[in-house]
């Protein structure tokens, strides 16, 4: 279970709800692109390393993914343009590398794990790894990481560029049609 402070309960209480089959979400974004609901907010976690009780693998392998969900959300995605929703769990303990940065744009963009990143990347990350959970829609996948950077007051020219990265990645590299 979720351990929020005063002020994450209070951030709660302010988001509107939508209730999609016989579920209340809280709505995290919302535009005339997209929607993006959350049953409850995932609680997102940085891994520990120490080398005194870690091997060199485990440790190796919290620096390559250093991310970890603490809870299991039910994800809500709505694409308005198509009319079409999708529901998902993201399981508990499901982890990720966060935005994938190079560390020589650390300084213009931000470290992968900066906190405005860290929804964003999640989502993102989960539907590379599980494109039928969109129907293999790429686009929506990259639409969504964009308006999940703008909701956490991203700058304009760093969503841009971000959206731009990985949609062109995916496209040419890492998005594969479903079989």
């Known amino acids: 279970m979720c351990e929020y402070t005063y002020s994450e309960l209070d951030f709660i209480s302010k988001l509107p709800t939508v209730n999609f089959d016989f579920k209340q979400f809280y709505v995290w974004q919302e535009d005339e692109y997209c929607l993006v609901g959350?049953?409850?907010?995932?609680?997102?976690k940085n891994?520990?390393?120490?080398k005194t009780v870690m091997?060199?693998?485990?440790i190796k392998a919290a620096k390559k993914k250093p991310?970890?969900?603490?809870n299991s959300p039910v994800v809500l995605l709505y694409?308005?343009?198509?009319n079409k929703k999708y529901t998902f769990v993201i399981p508990e303990g499901y982890d990720w590398d966060g935005?994938?940065?190079s560390k020589i744009f650390y300084r213009i963009i931000g470290s992968r794990e900066d906190i405005r990143f860290k929804i964003a990347s999640l989502i993102h990350d989960f539907l590379c790894?599980?494109?039928q959970r969109v129907d293999y829609d790429r686009y929506f996948a990259d639409k969504v990481?964009?308006?999940l950077l703008k909701v956490a007051d991203t700058w304009s020219f760093i969503r841009w560029l971000m959206f731009h990265s990985v949609d062109n990645y995916q496209k040419f590299c890492g998005w594969s049609e479903k079989k």
């Open 129 to 131: 790894e599980n494109k």
């Open 145 to 147: 990481f964009e308006r």
């Open 47 to 50: 891994k520990l390393t120490n």
């Open 38 to 44: 959350f049953s409850v907010i995932p609680d997102i």
């Open 67 to 70: 991310l970890y969900l603490k």
């Open 99 to 101: 935005a994938t940065i």
């Open 55 to 58: 091997t060199k693998e485990e």
């Open 79 to 82: 694409d308005k343009s198509k």
